[in-house]
């Protein structure tokens, strides 16, 4: 099914397989039509499944990263990159040890920077230099929040560093023994950063994240809900799943 809302075009399928597939293709559509794409990426749940599809799409020689650059939202701040809960042990765990990207060219901020503001400004700067993203990948928290961008925070802001709300704690300790190991900062791409992304697919799955998803995308553009700037962005695809969506299909009917 497909609705258009606004500038939304959005996309519901009936499981979260035909959603990553559906997230798949339009990555590998756009790797396709540009070799050099500039991608960003997201962690978390969600994207584990789009990024087993592009794995299946590159191994039957359908896809080619060798061209492609990532820059990743966020990290975890203070984290080593072997932990293997940093998001940089796993984006090469669920996607760039499996490709053939140039780990050179992947791109996250450094979760042991000793000097955050700096490592910030050269993040911003590195995304500069690649002339800026073209497609940006997104999940959203079950709070609004983007990258790390937790409710409140300045829709203008750039890449810096954050203080995690203790839902997102709370929230993200299922990958952690327990909630008091999860790190309490990050650093991650500002709203601002994210905006500025030529294309913005977001990925909404389960029926947990049916409220958010109706608030971000059917209530008032407020920094309470960070995904509801997005509104304004001219170039947003919403692929999610039935469950997510089912808020925003009883209203859109
Ligand atoms: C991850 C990120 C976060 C997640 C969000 C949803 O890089 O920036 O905003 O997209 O927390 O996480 P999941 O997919 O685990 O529900």
């Known amino acids: ?42 962690t978390g749940g969600t994207p584990v499944g789009a990024y087993k599809k592009l794995i299946e799409m590159q191994s039957a020689g359908k896809l080619d990263f060798s061209r492609v650059t990532c820059f990743n939202l966020d990290e975890y701040h203070p984290i080593a990159a072997t932990n293997d809960q940093s998001y940089k042990y796993f984006m090469k765990d669920n996607l760039f040890d499996h490709i053939n990207i140039d780990p050179a060219n992947t791109h996250i901020p450094d979760g042991m920077a000793a000097d955050v503001q700096t490592e910030c400004i050269a993040y911003e700067q590195k995304i500069a230099a690649a002339s800026g993203i073209d497609l940006q990948l997104l999940g959203i928290g079950m709070n609004g929040h983007i990258g790390f961008n937790e409710p409140a925070s300045a829709f203008s802001r750039v890449t810096n560093y954050v203080e995690l709300e203790a839902s997102t704690i709370e929230a993200n300790s299922r990958y952690f023994d327990s909630a008091d190991e999860v790190p309490k900062h990050a650093l991650t791409m500002g709203i601002g950063t994210i905006f500025a992304a030529r294309q913005i697919v977001m990925m909404i799955t389960g029926a947990a994240k049916a409220n958010i998803a109706e608030a971000a995308v059917l209530g008032n553009i407020t920094p309470q809900v960070p995904a509801s700037i997005l509104q304004l962005h001219p170039n947003v695809m919403l692929v999610m799943d039935g469950d997510a969506a089912k808020n925003i299909i009883a209203r859109l009917a």
């Open 1 to 42: 099914m497909e609705k258009r809302y606004r500038n939304f075009k959005i996309i519901i399928k009936d499981s979260y397989d035909n959603t990553s597939s559906a997230v798949a293709d339009i990555i590998a559509d756009c790797i396709n039509t540009k070799a050099n794409t500039v991608l960003g990426l997201a």
